[in-house]
């Protein structure tokens, strides 16, 4: 990317209070655009958009609280901002959580009911192919590590992609609801950078 092209691409924070926030820069920068970590209010004024990582759900719930992030964050989604969260993310987009801590908070921003840990513990993590029409190429690759699933969603919330086979056959696993995106796997771990790439271009569309 040349000096011009990169003081022009979008600046895309990510969440740097608990997960896998390198994983993430890494694919976003492969996809030609500029990264920042966010852990205060300041430096979230200053993206363009944000991906919340996968971690542990609680732990970053309550770390957004702590460093007096939670409002500014829903603020910043009730404004407009572009946000991409996988796993943990996923969670911390939705509107409404079943097996939540009671004093769990989340952004919201997707008209969702989200179970975490649905498909069970660290040791049920597994891997799966997934179909998603919004993407061209092949069916995705997607790993699953202690994951949410949806539950139901409301109007509005476009349904992206299901788990196909196996016990949880029918589960949702990706959705978008406007300029927020979440997926309940990790494709930052897979090589495969079309997911990242999908919200880039709803960056890029934003404006």
């Known amino acids: 990317m040349t000096a011009a092209a990169a003081a022009d691409a979008p600046l895309i924070g990510v969440l ?21 970590r966010v852990r205060t209010p300041d430096q979230l004024a200053a993206v363009d958009a944000l991906v919340i990582p996968g971690g542990e759900s609680t732990t970053m719930s309550k770390l957004a609280v702590d460093f007096g992030l939670i409002d500014p964050l829903r603020d910043a989604q009730e404004s407009g901002m572009p946000m991409y969260g996988s796993c943990a993310g996923m969670i911390m987009l939705a509107d409404r959580l079943e097996g939540g801590r009671p004093d769990q908070q989340t952004i919201g921003g997707i008209d969702m009911l989200v179970r975490r840990n649905a498909f069970g513990r660290q040791v049920d993590s597994f891997e799966a192919d997934l179909a998603m029409p919004a993407l061209d190429g092949p069916p995705v690759h997607a790993v699953f ?16 992609g299901h788990v196909e086979s196996g ?41």
């Open 16 to 36: 740097a209070l608990q997960g896998d926030v390198r994983e993430h820069e890494h694919v976003l920068q492969s996809c030609g655009v500029r990264t920042s």
């Open 167 to 207: 016990p949880a056959a029918g589960r949702i696993v990706a959705v978008r609801h406007g300029r927020v995106l979440a997926t309940s796997f990790h494709p930052e771990l897979t090589g495969d950078h079309r997911i990242h790439e999908y919200f880039v271009a709803m960056v890029r569309d934003a404006g």
């Open 145 to 160: 590590i202690r994951a949410p699933w949806v539950e139901s969603v409301g109007d509005g919330v476009e349904v992206l």
